[in-house]
């Protein structure tokens, strides 16, 4: 493979993996995180072709900037940036709704109309929008992730339907549970219960995300259009 691929949320977690697997399977990578020298860190470990961009993809200015630094046709964008907050729904707040669904929805909203008119000009593209099984079953105290995870279930569709005919596919990937640093800030009691759930027994690694996506953007998933694949642990059985 070969082009430029954009990573939001890219510093830790599955971002960091995803960005990793992309740059190992041949594409320039521009590794985007809130905080710079984790994105550099990570640009670092990648090599030359990396770039670490820091931005905030809930607003656009920040989204400017970082297809500024993309600097040239992306082929790939991956909407990975995310917020975690658990809290009972008696207690949510409306700041905390509001930035659930600004870093998750409003963050891939922008992103997708930033890149999306380049990729149809030039008759080419993928998105891969990245959401979670709690969007598709919901989660205990993740009232709004859980609500904003499908929403973007439900976008990534809708423009799938409108833009697949043109060349670009629009996909997105629901993980379950993962051992990253957002996952391991919920409670025990949480991670306990969940892990207790899953048929797998186990909850995954980022690396099998990554995996995932890398499938969506390769040739081999041509086929997938509008699609939500789940490395869930087997969470959600579709």
Do not use: C
Not at 18 to 37: E, F, M, Q, T
Not at 123 to 130: P, T
Not at 169 to 183: D, H, K, M, S, Y
């Amino acid at each position: 493979m070969s082009g430029t691929a954009v990573v939001t949320g890219a510093g830790s977690g599955i971002g960091r993996a995803i960005a990793k697997r992309l740059a190992a399977d041949g594409y320039r990578v521009v590794v985007n995180d809130l905080d710079l020298a984790r994105a550099r860190v990570v640009a670092d470990e990648i090599g030359t072709s990396a770039i670490a961009v820091a931005g905030d993809v809930s607003k656009e200015s920040d989204v400017d900037a970082i297809a500024g630094a993309a600097s040239g046709s992306v082929e790939l964008l991956v909407n990975n940036a995310g917020h975690v907050h658990q809290t009972p729904f008696e207690k949510m707040q409306p700041a905390d709704f509001d930035r659930m669904f600004a870093v998750h929805v409003r963050g891939t909203f922008l992103m997708m109309r930033k890149f999306l008119p380049a990729m149809l000009e030039r008759g080419r593209g993928s998105i891969v929008n990245i959401a979670s099984q709690l969007g598709q079953i919901g989660g205990i105290e993740l009232v709004h992730y859980s609500g904003a995870k499908a929403a973007i279930i439900g976008m990534t569709k809708a423009l799938a339907r409108e833009v697949s005919a043109r060349g670009v596919r629009v996909n997105a990937v629901a993980p379950g549970p993962i051992e990253t640093p957002l996952v391991m800030g919920l409670s025990e009691d949480w991670r306990k219960r969940k892990a207790a759930e899953l048929p797998l027994g186990r909850f995954g690694q980022p690396e099998e995300v990554a995996a995932t996506v890398a499938f969506l953007a390769s040739p081999a998933g041509s086929l997938f259009v509008g699609q939500t694949l789940g490395p869930n642990s087997g969470d959600v059985m579709l």
